[in-house]
T-cell receptor, first 110, second 115 residues
Framework: KNEVEQSPQNLTAQEGEFITINCSYS?????LHWLQQHPGGGIVSLFM???GKKKHGRLIATINIQEKHSSLHITASHPRDSAVYIC????????????FGQGTRLTINP | SAVISQKPSRDICQRGTSLTIQCQVD?????MFWYRQQPGQSLTLIAT?????????ESGFVIDKFPISRPNLTFSTLTVSNLSPEDSSIYLC????????????FGEGSRLTVL
């Protein structure tokens, strides 16, 4: 069983739809990262969160430490949101070495 | 935030040769890492690049195959040696200013194809 599991693996939606990507992990952590990988391979850090909820523009990330689960939401989705979204957790609590989920490939059609 | 410049962005290499990837950060960072992303897979940590000393390699990765340098706080190189088609991957460097959990910055990735 993977230590970090994401669902769905692939998601196709129409522009404007509300998107939810889920991440469950089996290791004890102090925080979790959400990353966005563009088709060329570059990665951008979207969120680092240890509790509750964070919002940045149309992106919202939530985490439930007790249930070991996090979600990434995109409101009013747009074709430019098409990318692979990856959650990552530290291998060791408080450390920078990460274990990555398999990623969710999101495609937003106009 | 920090900006990481990584090059080359892509390369096609012959079997048996080597490729060196450079990673330059625009501000001082405490930790730098090198990752490999094989086709259709997620990222796997190769090593932590330590300033002025030998890199710390993860299980399954060895210095002879993946020599790493980090001469100062803002620059690191990863060499992939004795290339084989199985080395075809995206290689990414990342950095953080915090030795514990802090914001991560990633380079744009280097897409390597070995013929």
């Amino acid at each position: 069983k993977n230590e970090v599991e994401q669902s769905p693996q692939n998601l196709t939606a129409q522009e404007g739809e509300f998107i939810t990507i889920n991440c469950s992990y089996s290791v004890g952590i102090s925080a979790l990262h959400w990353l966005q990988q563009h088709p060329g391979g570059g990665i951008v850090s979207l969120f680092m969160l240890s509790s509750g909820k964070k919002k940045h523009g149309r992106l919202i990330a939530t985490i439930n430490i007790q249930e070991k689960h996090s979600s990434l939401h995109i409101t009013a989705s747009h074709p430019r949101d098409s990318a692979v979204y990856i959650c990552a957790v530290p291998i060791i609590q408080g450390a920078q070495k990460l274990v990555f989920g398999q990623g969710t490939r999101l495609t937003i059609n106009p | 935030s920090a900006v990481i410049s990584q090059k080359p962005s892509r390369d096609i290499c012959q079997r048996g040769t080597s490729l060196t990837i450079q990673c330059q950060v625009d501000s001082q960072v405490t930790m730098m890492f090198w990752y490999r992303q094989q086709p259709g897979q997620s990222l796997t940590l190769i090593a932590t690049a330590n300033q002025g000393s030998e890199a710390t390699y993860e299980s399954g990765f060895v210095i002879d195959k993946f020599p790493i340098s980090r001469p100062n706080l803002t620059f690191s190189t990863l060499t992939v040696s004795n290339l084989s088609p199985e080395d075809s991957s995206i290689y990414l460097c990342s950095a953080t200013r915090n030795s514990r959990l802090g914001e991560l910055f990633f380079g744009e990735g280097s897409r390597l194809t070995v013929l």
